[in-house]
Structure formats: structure tokens, C-alpha cells
């Protein structure tokens, strides 16, 4: 099956400052990329996802790249602000089962 | 609100009973996914339905049970749970099968005593 790994598995940022979350996927045949944050107590929410046909995405303080060679995609959060404060999960798709595998999930601590 | 109602919101069961997660959309996706939430593990798929009248099994099917008879509704049996159970269940839905994004209910907190 899919091995996916989240890192780090916590961090903590100064408000105001840049935070990266990598995802590592072991499936060749994945072609579908999506970040969920829940916050706490809540349920889980995308926040953005990428294609396999495109490098990177942005969307405001938020995006995400892609390294299909390397089988790795990131999570790029800028001016991070204490509402960013959750748990983020990487959830590739599973090429052969068409199916997403949820990494561990990372806790993103914002401290103002 | 257009979105996934699942209910209860939490339960206390008994070991060996039995019991239904009711999960219901309005927003006509085709697929449909139970997942099991435990601390440290992330989200675990349990089974899942591409389209009404399929089914399919996650990475963690034992002792769960799914029916799919229309597209709205997506109820998940525990048959006999056990102590294992005790977790937080959550039911999502997707336009498509694959390649879609999630819409997650707000979850049912299982305890299994």
C-alpha cells in the first residue's frame, strides 16, 4: 500500500513567520495532492490540493509544491497567524486504489 | 446548511453490543467514505462507496459494516464492538470518487467500555 510520512510532526512559529510542511508518498501512480487542516475539535477541512501536471499553487498565504520525481509535495504557509494554529494532513491519492491515504498530521502551533 | 449530518455526536456502548452511525448528504456526491480518527494514527479509511449501490473496503474494514442503498445515505454497523472501536468516526463525501475534494460531517465520538 501507500507509505505516506508527514514532517515535522509539530512546529512551532513567531506569528508573523513562514511554516513548511513536507509530505513523502511512495505510490509512483499518485496524481492527486491535497492539505487539510483541522482545527481542534473540528473536522477536517481542504485547504488546498495540486495536480500532478503542475508544480505549485498558491492561493493568498497558502500553497503547495510538487516534486513528483523526488515523490514529495509541500505545504507553504507565509505571515502565519495565530488561526493557523492545527493539525495539517497530507493525503495523497493511492494510483491504484484511487483511494487517499491520510499522513500522521503535523501540529502547527502559532505563538503571537 | 447544504453539507453531512452524522449522528449521534457521541455514544457510550457496551462491549459486545451493537450499533448504526447514521451519516447523511445533500449535496449529490456520488462517493462516500468512513474514516476512524485515532490519536497519532491520522484519518484511517474504513470503507467507502464510489456510487450508490457499491461498496468497498478501506485499509480497516474488520468488524465495521456499510450499506449504500441511495445516494443520500451512508450508515456504518459495528456489529459486536469492542474496547479497539473507541475512536472518533468521521463520514465524508465527494463529488467523484477520486481526484475530488473531501467534505467531512462533524464526526461521532464512539467509546466502546
Known amino acids: 500500500g501507500e507509505n505516506v510520512e508527514q514532517h515535522p510532526s509539530t512546529l512551532s512559529v513567531q506569528e508573523g513567520d513562514s511554516a513548511v510542511i513536507k509530505c513523502t508518498y511512495s505510490?509512483?501512480?499518485?496524481?492527486?495532492f491535497p492539505w487539510y487542516k483541522q482545527e481542534l475539535g473540528k473536522r477536517p477541512q481542504l485547504i488546498i490540493d495540486?495536480?500532478?501536471?503542475?508544480g505549485e499553487k498558491k492561493d493568498q498565504r497558502i500553497a503547495v509544491t510538487l516534486n513528483k520525481t523526488a515523490k514529495h509535495f509541500s505545504l507553504h504557509i507565509t505571515e502565519t497567524q495565530p488561526e493557523d494554529s492545527a493539525v495539517y494532513f497530507c493525503a495523497p491519492l493511492r494510483g491504484s486504489a484511487r483511494q487517499l491515504t491520510f499522513g500522521s498530521g503535523t501540529q502547527l502551533t502559532v505563538l503571537p | 446548511t447544504a453539507g453531512i449530518t452524522q449522528a449521534p455526536t457521541s455514544q457510550i456502548l457496551a462491549a459486545g453490543r451493537s450499533m448504526t452511525l447514521r451519516c447523511t448528504q445533500d449535496?449529490?456526491?456520488?462517493?462516500m467514505y468512513w474514516y476512524r480518527q485515532d490519536l497519532g494514527l491520522g484519518l484511517r479509511l474504513i470503507h467507502y462507496?464510489?456510487?450508490?449501490?457499491?461498496?468497498g473496503k478501506g485499509e480497516v474494514p474488520d468488524g465495521y459494516s456499510v450499506s449504500r442503498a441511495n445516494t443520500d445515505d451512508f450508515p456504518l454497523t459495528l456489529a459486536s464492538a469492542v474496547p479497539s472501536q473507541t475512536s472518533v468516526y468521521f463520514c465524508a463525501s465527494s463529488e467523484q470518487s477520486y481526484n475530488s475534494p473531501l467534505h467531512f460531517g462533524n464526526g461521532t465520538r464512539l467509546t466502546v467500555t
Open positions: 505510490d509512483s501512480a499518485s496524481n492527486y
Open positions: 462507496s464510489n456510487t450508490a449501490g457499491t461498496t
Open positions: 449535496m449529490r456526491h456520488n462517493a
Open positions: 495540486i495536480r500532478s501536471n503542475v
